[in-house]
């Protein structure tokens, strides 16, 4: 299994990114959950967004409104929109995946909001 993130960079607050996991060896419409994290720089890993196999979708209370966790199932990519970009929203992102009984990441993409 290898995930591998797209689509970081320098956005000014109130922009907008998109991020996009693409995976191989392994189909993402059949694992259990997907998600992003992120971790800022002195901080823990957090959960930012998940969606189930199923497509029920889970955010953590910093984002919600602002951004949405989709997959392309024809792409077999896990993909996050996400608006209104605060300062706070600054970190490296990871994608991720649970298979074969143990989570997967990907390399992780810089995200920068600036004030």
């Known amino acids: 299994v290898q995930l591998q993130a797209f689509g970081g960079g320098v956005v000014q607050a109130g922009g907008s990114l998109r991020l996009s996991c693409a995976a191989s060896g392994t189909n993402l419409r059949a694992n259990s959950i997907s998600a992003w994290y992120r971790q800022a720089p002195g901080k823990q890993r957090e959960l930012v967004a998940r969606?189930?196999?199923?497509?029920?979708?889970d955010y953590a209370d910093s984002v919600k409104g602002r951004f949405t966790i989709s997959r392309n199932n024809a792409k077999n990519t896990v993909d996050l929109e996400m608006n209104s970009l605060k300062p706070d929203d600054t970190a490296v992102y990871y994608c991720?995946?649970?298979?074969?009984?143990?989570?997967?990441w990907g390399q992780g993409t810089q995200v920068t909001v600036s004030s």
């Open positions: 991720n995946t649970f298979k074969y009984g143990r989570d997967w």
């Open positions: 969606i189930t196999a199923g497509g029920m979708t």
